[in-house]
Nanobody, 127 residues
């Protein structure tokens, strides 16, 4: 069992930057793929970014809407995953969730396939 706790969300102006953190506890996440999803009011949870486990190359994948603006990274010794968000837009406003995948799924964009979830952190981008 792994527990995920997100932090770093807050109100920011359009064009600004934020860095979200996801701290894992209970066991190492070194063998998990890790990801970020977001959910805006009235919308379904959507994929933002993922990074595979080191054994799979630590490769990254992004939603088209954030490509070139967001960067996912992981610090395995610290059992932490980050999401650096630059050039934020009002449409990025959502609750951002960290997720862990221990089954090494193929379709990383599908939220229901991920095993573990954090409680979320609110990101609000003002115009």
């Amino acid at each position: 069992q792994v527990r995920l706790v997100e932090s770093g969300g807050r109100l920011v102006q359009a064009g600004g930057s934020l860095r979200l953190s996801c701290a894992a506890s209970g066991r190492t996440i070194e063998n998990d793929n890790m990801g970020w999803f977001r959910q805006a009011p009235g919308k379904e949870r959507e994929f933002v970014a993922a990074i595979t486990r080191p054994r799979s190359g630590g490769t990254t994948k992004y939603a088209d809407s954030v490509k070139g603006r967001f960067t996912i990274s992981r610090d395995n010794p610290k059992n932490t995953v980050f999401l650096q968000m630059n050039n934020l837009r009002p449409e990025d406003t959502a609750v951002y969730y960290c997720a862990a995948d221990s089954a090494h799924i193929v379709n990383l964009e599908t939220a229901r396939l991920w095993d573990y979830w954090g409680q979320g952190t609110q990101v609000t981008v003002s115009p």
